[in-house]
């Protein structure tokens, strides 16, 4: 199965350079991958890397814990768009979907989706930091808000995307939008088991190893 188009290449370290930006819009470019995935601050060097190439930028925002204010993600999220972004990857607000607020986390999803216009927005829940019924809880807020995709994970906390995450999430889901899974995948064999149960996209920052295998 061909991967490349599925593949958000991702870099997201913090203390990422320009020079590394560079290196992941080449190298997204030359294997022809669907985005890179980048902090807000490297959105206009990236459009400017990858301009006319059919990769599309993946901005994360809120990122990665989602505690910030609404106000500041939907800043962020304007900022985005006007630095060009295709695409955009917002953390939810874990703290208020924990503690059963699912009218805030609509809210603040909705804000978002809103101030990104056109451009889809995916959802990430950090399902390690949930039970099944708040992963379907959040799943369900997300689609209620608007959102373009729920995606599993920052690959910044205790876990990454696991095939029973996925499959919950696409259960949850239908097709009334997509899904994507990120955090610790490393192989194509990994890879290949996130799309059976229900990916449509990959977050990945092994992206070349695992498309050359």
Request: glycine share 10%; net charge negative.
């Amino acid at each position: 199965m061909e991967l490349n188009g599925l593949i958000d290449h991702t870099n997201l370290k913090q203390n990422a350079t320009a020079e590394d930006i560079k290196k992941l819009c080449a190298e997204a470019r030359e294997y022809h991958f669907k985005t890179v995935a980048i902090n807000s601050c490297w959105t206009t060097l990236a459009h400017k890397e990858l301009e006319g190439s059919g990769v599309g930028i993946t901005t994360c925002i809120g990122f990665p814990l989602g505690a910030c204010s609404t106000a500041a993600k939907v800043a962020e999220a304007k900022q985005a768009v006007v630095d060009k972004t295709t695409e955009i990857d917002m953390v939810i607000n874990g703290g208020h979907l924990v503690a059963g607020d699912d009218d805030y986390v609509i809210a603040d999803i909705k804000a978002v989706v809103e101030a990104a216009g056109t451009i889809p927005v995916k959802v990430i829940l950090e399902c390690c930091l949930l039970n099944d019924e708040q992963i379907v809880r959040a799943c369900k807020d997300c689609l209620a808000a608007g959102a373009a995709f729920v995606k599993t994970s920052t690959g910044f906390s205790t876990g990454g995307a696991t095939v029973h995450d996925v499959q919950l999430m696409r259960e949850t889901v239908g097709n009334a939008c997509q899904v994507k899974a990120a955090g610790g995948i490393h192989t194509k064999d990994e890879a290949l088991a996130m799309v059976e149960a229900g990916a449509d996209r990959l977050g990945v920052s092994s992206g070349i190893a695992i498309v050359s295998e």
